[in-house]
């Protein structure tokens, strides 16, 4: 498959376990954040979103955090699987501009 | 819905040579955005287009090109190919609000030689 990048922190998590994946914004204008993950071969999937005017979201086995006060972000996975496998990135976004990415954190999940 | 498309998926050039590349928003999205993705830049921001105007624009030269069509379909085209502009190029699209979810389709795999 495709190298998404070739020297990128990797966490490294048994099956069943619970990952957390940190992320540190630049811009204290950003208003809105999402992550992203991407497969081998693939584009970037929409996971999760956030706006400033939470700190928290739910979805479905993944939680995002936001604090805005030290401009972080994570994602939180439960239970994760085997198809977890990926690199994620998050974004932010402050109004009337594009997207920004992080450099990404490759997820790894031993069977 | 369909997805975001792009085609081609994968493109081999010389260098000194010039692409264009296709991508096809999912429908009813009027924004169209243009990233370049390599190993050692990670994911960089081309330009975004809404109703066939460029609204941002990242910090790329001028031979990298776009434009948005009437029915939301955009096309990129870079010039003068160098071996530099080897890299996965994605198209994203969204409705077109400031906080609108962007949905990424599979990127062209650009090769440059």
């Not at chain 2, 071996?83 to 699209?93: E, F, N, P, R």
Request: aromatic fraction near 10%; include cysteine.
């Amino acid at each position: 498959g495709e190298s998404v990048g070739l020297h990128l922190p990797t966490l490294s998590v048994q099956e069943g376990d619970n990952s957390i994946i940190n992320c540190a914004y630049s811009n204290s204008a950003s208003d809105y954040f999402i992550w992203y993950k991407q497969e081998s071969g693939k584009g970037p999937q929409f996971i999760i979103d956030i706006r400033s005017n939470m700190d928290k979201r739910q979805g479905q086995r993944v939680t995002v955090l936001l604090n805005k006060t030290v401009k972080h972000l994570s994602l939180q996975i439960a239970a994760t699987q085997p198809g977890d496998s990926a690199v994620y990135f998050c974004a932010e976004k402050e109004r009337g501009r594009a997207l920004t990415f992080g450099s990404g954190t490759r997820l790894q999940v031993q069977p | 819905k369909a997805g975001v498309t792009q085609t081609p998926r994968y493109l081999i050039k010389t260098r000194g040579q010039q692409v264009t590349l296709s991508c096809s928003p999912i429908s009813g999205h009027r924004s169209v955005s243009w990233y370049q993705q390599t190993p050692g830049q990670g994911l960089q921001f081309l330009f975004e287009y809404f109703s066939e105007t460029q609204r941002n624009k990242g910090n790329f030269p001028g031979r990298f090109s776009g434009r948005q069509f009437s029915n939301s379909r955009s096309e990129m085209n870079v010039s003068t190919l160098e071996l530099g502009d080897s890299a996965l190029y994605l198209c994203a699209s969204r409705g077109g609000g400031p906080t609108d979810t962007q949905y990424f389709g599979p990127g062209t795999r650009l090769t440059v030689l």
